[in-house]
DNA sequence: ACGACCTCTTGACAGTGTCAACCAATCGGG
DNA sequence: CCCGATTGGTTGACACTGTCAAGAGGTCGT
């Protein structure tokens, strides 16, 4: 196998199989033996078995910082709804990432630097855009709870639509956006631009 | 050891070590061996590895139920924000349950219909507060959604403060409860009963 | 008294992550 | 042109895991 093309080989399956099982049962030997390749083979890319997790939360940052940047780039009507929407879009969308960028045991931003300045990045956005609309008038601490808030909504919907107790509790969830648009509404969240509330 | 006693043995250690470090690197025959016993001697209580995480989500919604409902049953000033305190608290202080009670990999609500009814039981609670706060001539889709804004804000908040991103970007989160007003207010589930808004 | 349980033990098996040593190709500089 | 180092891969071993199988020693109802 050429050079490179067994890493990308091997974290393309691992991101593949989280997305569908869950990080855990995730197997060193099982995928290396998925790509035909010897049990160690993958060593030589990733020093750990953290190491890949630590890869595909890498990519995933930087999948999510460029859908919060294209979410916001359209000028959309409701910034903050848009926002939201893509946050929960990215988590359905990539979920083999998603479930490995929020889980500290796996690979926390402690241990690598690079990871660190992608997770502070994704967040400064989420700030940067939380102090224009509450305006320059705003307190830190409002910016900081309006921010939370965001996050937290967006988190939290993310995860539990992904996890599946929603499913069970107020029936399948069939279109996810308008659950979100409607959500976003209910919560105090929502900054509709051009047409009154 | 005389009979349950193991069995509670087995779950309270299991419990303190998640809560430490997760759930996946719990090892059978290492809490065998922390209660002094064979490696085989769990099976007896638990028929799986799983079943240990099926028990332990079991308590886990039993102690959640009880402070849901005793956080309503204070008649408190702001239903909405006691019930987002209360369910962040129990997140905070129950965290080896919390953290196994949201991971369907671990244990699903399809296995076991007494998990299932207890997870119901939760959050028929939750939409009944909804229902009550929002009036009858309220919407089953706005009931809907109040109570999936309300829930996701919970679990997001639960979930970042638990994880710990939080603390890297917001700066240590000292005083949670604080936070938890506040976010409640910057979004717009707070429901104030006395003193205006 | 005796067979059926319940709790626990010991022993085995396949599968896992990881360490160590070895092998083959590739490539830059003398 | 050759030669040593680096890179990407292999095989073999180790301790550890969850789980199956068989059995040991009590306790209890009949």
Redesign the interface.
Known sequence: MSPQTLRETVLKAAVEYIAD?????LSFRQVAQAAGVSHQAPYHHFTDRKGIFEAISIEGYELFNAAMIDALSGDPDDPSTALLEAYVGFALDHRGHFRVM?????CS?DDDPAL?QL??QS?GTL?DFVREILGPKASI??I??????M???????A??LI????D???GPVTNWRA?VR??A?????ATPKKRGR
């Open positions: 099982h869950g990080p855990d049962g929020f889980r500290p045991d796996l931003a660190a997770h502070d967040f700030v601490n409002d900081r709870a309006r921010a939370t808030a996050w937290a909504l967006a988190h939290g919907l995860t539990l996890d599946g107790p929603l069970d509790t107020i659950l409607s959500v509404e209910q919560s105090g969240i």
